[in-house]
């Protein structure tokens, strides 16, 4: 028998938090996250979690002389941008489940989420409820993935074990229009769009309003206030640096969009192709023309500016010409490769942004000799997780 859940019970809270981060994190971007429990989800506990976890960020890297770290909090519930569940079956009936890894048989079975922003929160129980009432669109459904904006849009994927045929076809179109949201169908080789496969993110920062492409699929930033936080947080640290930016690991263009205003000239790079689309997308979207974007891996950049191999993807680009000043990293958890923390050495400022303070230590180390931390911030980009996202300033040693 499952167990039945209104968000998080008392009990068993901790154990959610685990069974969920892996896929909400691991499915999109490619990196997990550690999945040990904090003490309790509860609300009232978050200030002294989230201070317990800046604690240990400023105890890891005391060895560095860590400025005191700027902390910014998430909203302690409805913070959730993303959201995974694996479907329940029980006769008639289909329900979110998720499941403690200490009991991965017992299926808990969720009515609502909590950390779920408020598109998420307002869809899952009309959506559980459709699905019960539809033949085509609950059979063998496995996974249902919630992705939403700050500026209220959504979009659901509906993953099943069976190919998808006109009937389910009819009944999503229907589903769609009746929720008002994106909706993806998707099975072995399949993936049927009902709607766009993107959503538009819109949001004020620093007196302009931005607005972003978010790719299905693709690298978006989970928490969606503070993913605000640390781009306000990277402006004001950029702020009258002037020349120019390199930044790497640039997703959809999530930084870029806020930094180029601040620099003369920005090249940016990333790997991943449909997000370069969507980042080429996003700077278009808002007016900014002073970046050129390059699809490349950090290590080929990083070997193009050492003066390696002619890279044909570089030939439109005089890497001469620029006047960097300023490296912007926001690596995956692997954090900075050999090649590029090389290449950070020459930058006089580094901005980063990591996801995984380990390997940010080991970065930070590498480049010890050579760069101070001039300052320092925490973004609690998961509540009640152990998982901290960190942002540092690195400048370059005088003499
Ligand atoms: C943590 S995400 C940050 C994305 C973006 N800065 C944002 O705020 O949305 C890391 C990005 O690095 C990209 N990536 C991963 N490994 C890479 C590599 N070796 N070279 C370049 N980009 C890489 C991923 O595709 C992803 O878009």
Redesign the pocket.
Known sequence: MPQRSMGFPAARRQAYIPALIPPLIGSA?GRAVCAMPLPSFDPADYPQQLASKVARYKAEFAAFDLPEPEVFASEPQAYRLRAEFRMWHTGDRVDYAMFDPADPKTAIVLDTFAPAAPPIAAAMPRLRDALIASEPLKRKLFQVDFLATLSGELMITLVYHRPLDEAWEAAAAGLAAELGVQLIGRSRKQKIVLGRDWLLEAFELDGRQLHYQQLDGS???PNGGVNRKMLGWARARAAGIGGDLLE?????G??TVALAPLFGRVLA????KP?VRAAEYNLEANGVANVTMVR????EISDALAGGREYRRMKDVDLAAYNFTTLFV???RAGL?APTVELARGFDNILYIS?NPNTLRDNVAALQATHRIAAAAAFDQFPYTHHLECGLLLVRRAG
Not at 269 to 272: A, H, Q, Y
Request: charged content about 15%; overall charge negative; some cysteine.
């Open positions: 971007v690298f978006t930033q790497l690991y640039c997703g959809n999530n930084f790079t990333e790997m991943s997000s490349m891996a950090s290590d926001d690596p995956p490769d996801c």
